[in-house]
T-cell receptor, first 112, second 112 residues
Framework: EDKVVQSPLSLVVHEGDTVTLNCSYE??????LLWYKQEKKAPTFLFML????IEKKSGRLSSILDKKELFSILNITATQTGDSAVYLC????????????FGQGTELSVKP | KAGVTQTPRYLIKTRGQQVTLSCSPI?????VSWYQQTPGQGLQFLFE???????NKGNFPGRFSGRQFSNSRSEMNVSTLELGDSALYLC???????????FGPGTRLTVL
């Protein structure tokens, strides 16, 4: 059965800290991995990764994929209280159309 | 560009009733996917439509159905509601199955 696992499930840090969120997957016919941020409303798209070793960056956020070890990390540097949210990892498969398989999410809380 | 819109935003129904939720994708997007989000199960894929055809379906009972119109707008229907159907129902659209999905604000369904 296809599976996506995120760790940790929750994390509390202070403003200015750097955090690393993990996402591992066991799926057949991997196509891409996506990261979303959800703040009590709709998930907002962060990154889509399809190739190993190529870092994607957006401001203080960055992400990288390792297709050999079947995982991805999401880094957030110099965290701010506005980064508090649930971060979701999802995997898309070939021959499955638009179906995304989501992990449980990591709840990040950034304290002032 | 307007984002994904969903109506209604909130719904309260009683067991045994049926409900129809609506989703309007981002202009130009032809793929629409539906997800159910609950605290216990997280985000789970319901089905995906592309060019008015259901391309993939998740592991949900036949009470859950959907359709897509020629303008790419989509509806999902849940018949004979059960208490366990209480959830946030999210719709996401993308240009195609190969592209990132953008989520709407969701419809919060409560079944009493």
């Amino acid at each position: 059965e296809d599976k996506v696992v995120q760790s940790p499930l929750s994390l509390v840090v202070h403003e200015g800290d750097t955090v690393t969120l993990n996402c591992s997957y066991e799926v057949t016919n991997f196509r891409s991995l996506l990261w979303y941020k959800q703040e009590k409303k709709a998930p907002t798209f962060l990154f889509m990764l399809t190739s190993s070793g190529i870092e994607k960056k957006s401001g203080r956020l960055s992400s990288i994929l390792d297709k050999k070890e079947l995982f991805s990390i999401l880094n957030i540097t110099a965290t701010q209280t506005g980064d508090s949210a649930v971060y979701l990892c999802a995997v898309a498969l070939y021959n499955q159309g638009g179906k995304l398989i989501f992990g449980q999410g990591t709840e990040l809380s950034v304290k002032p | 560009k307007a984002g994904v819109t969903q109506t209604p935003r909130y719904l309260i129904k009683t067991r045994g009733q049926q409900v129809t939720l609506s989703c309007s994708p981002i202009s130009g997007h032809r793929s629409v996917s539906w997800y159910q989000q609950t605290p216990g199960q997280g985000l789970q894929f319901l089905f995906e439509y592309f060019s008015e055809t259901q391309r993939n379906k998740g592991n949900f009972p036949g009470r859950f159905s959907g359709r897509q119109f020629s303008n790419s707008r989509s509806e999902m229907n849940v018949s004979t509601l059960e208490l366990g159907d209480s959830a946030l129902y999210l719709c996401a659209s993308s240009l195609s199955a190969l592209n990132e999905q953008f989520f709407g604000p969701g419809t919060r369904l409560t079944v009493l």
